[in-house]
């Protein structure tokens, strides 16, 4: 049987956040018989760093630095260079903004294929990082993205549609059920609580549109609680919004909890209030959690939530109309019963484990089978 082939997998760091999870999730989960995962990182710190130890990893760290137009960033690239060659590595597959760059650059150097990640539509970049990140993923031989509208942005910035691929993210069922089912890390907010989990760092987000539609949704509700699981430098603004709005009594900022599916399990439903998405992993969550959910129309956002059947669609920047469906949800028991059971299903057919599993194998099979010799850039 022959030994298993080597992808690096090549990661800015490790820090709370929807692609990270997903990343650890991969590492954790990919078919050790046939591909074994080298993690790289130019910073060595995150809270999900635990859960890559768990999994038998320990990343390599090669300290880049917080920008990467710096003179040591050639230094670093040249080490990466000599690094995926000595260890007989196969495949670059960059997972980040900055790595996607590098990682492109390396892969080039090395003469090895490369994969980008891309599961945002960029709205955090500025200045000449979404220019690089654009020709970053021209040069690579595959884009990855995990929602259909990332996937016709990375056209429009002239990748060739042959070369983007879409890898819908996996949901451990088995492992959120678990969680479900313990009791929560502390104490959280009675029962039946309006539920948004998303970082406070970005005001894409939308949880100031989410406060001002809270405080029409007590005016009929008056028992309503929203539960905001997050944390980010944002917090004290938005907590200062709900005390100016008379609501903080109705509203429980819990910060950052690696509890979430017990929290879900104990609320009404899941909001999503954000002005961009690719494909959120705290809706797929609350899918899978059984509940309805009331999202903007942004993004990825459409792909999992189906307007009427598991949840409500909702126009960006419209509290009225975000405040209007949550009560539609709230007055009918039975109707978050049904929506919830859909929404479930949809988790179960279209973003398992086994689904995202199938997609990298043949991604990674694609691009590790017998090559012809590859031109390197800059090669005499």
């Not at 995150?46 to 230094?75: C, I, K």
């Not at 028991?333 to 043949?362: C, H, T, W």
Request: one cysteine or more; glycine letters at 8%.
């Amino acid at each position: 049987m022959s030994a298993p082939v080597k992808v690096l997998i090549f990661q800015n760091r490790f820090r709370l956040g929807g692609q990270e999870r997903q990343t650890v999730l991969h590492v954790r989960t990919v078919d050790r018989a046939r591909y074994e995962p080298i993690v790289a990182v130019l910073h060595m710190d995150g809270e999900h760093l635990p859960d890559l130890a768990a999994a038998g990893v320990r990343p390599v760290v090669f300290d880049v630095g917080n920008r990467m137009l710096r003179p040591n960033t050639a230094w670093q690239l040249a080490r990466i260079v000599r690094f995926v060659q000595s260890e007989r590595i196969a495949l670059v597959h960059a997972q980040d903004v900055y790595t996607n760059v590098l990682g492109t650059i390396v892969a080039r150097l090395a003469a090895v294929p490369v994969v980008v990640t891309r599961v945002d539509l960029g709205h955090h970049l500025v200045g000449y990082r979404r220019p690089l990140l654009a020709a970053a993923s021209r040069r690579a031989d595959r884009v990855l993205v995990n929602a259909v509208c990332i996937r016709d942005l990375c056209i429009r910035e002239g990748v060739e549609p042959d070369r983007v691929v879409v890898v819908r993210n996996g949901v451990d069922l088995e492992e959120l059920d678990r969680i479900a089912t313990e009791p929560p890390d502390a104490p959280p907010p009675d029962p039946g609580g309006i539920v948004c989990i998303a970082n406070m760092h970005h005001p894409v987000k939308g949880q100031g549109d989410l406060l001002v539609a809270m405080h029409e949704v007590l005016r009929e509700r008056p028992d309503a609680h929203l539960v905001l699981v997050g944390d980010g430098l944002r917090r004290p603004a938005l907590e200062r919004q709900a005390r100016q709005l008379g609501i903080a009594a109705r509203c429980h900022f819990l910060g950052h909890r690696r509890d979430g599916p017990a929290i879900l399990a104990r609320a009404a439903l899941s909001v999503s209030a954000s002005y961009a998405e690719g494909i959120s992993n705290a809706i797929l969550e609350a899918m899978a959690m059984r509940l309805p959910v009331v999202a903007t129309a942004v993004g990825g956002s459409p792909e999992m939530v189906r307007d009427g059947h598991s949840g409500y669609l909702v126009p960006p920047g419209a509290p009225a109309a975000l405040a209007r469906r949550i009560l539609d949800v709230l007055r009918d028991p039975a109707l978050r019963r049904r929506m919830g059971e859909r929404g479930r299903k949809i988790v179960e057919r279209e973003f398992s484990l086994d689904q995202m599993r199938l997609s990298y194998d043949a991604l990674y099979r694609d691009l590790t089978a017998t090559r012809a010799p590859r031109i390197v850039y800059g090669a005499a």
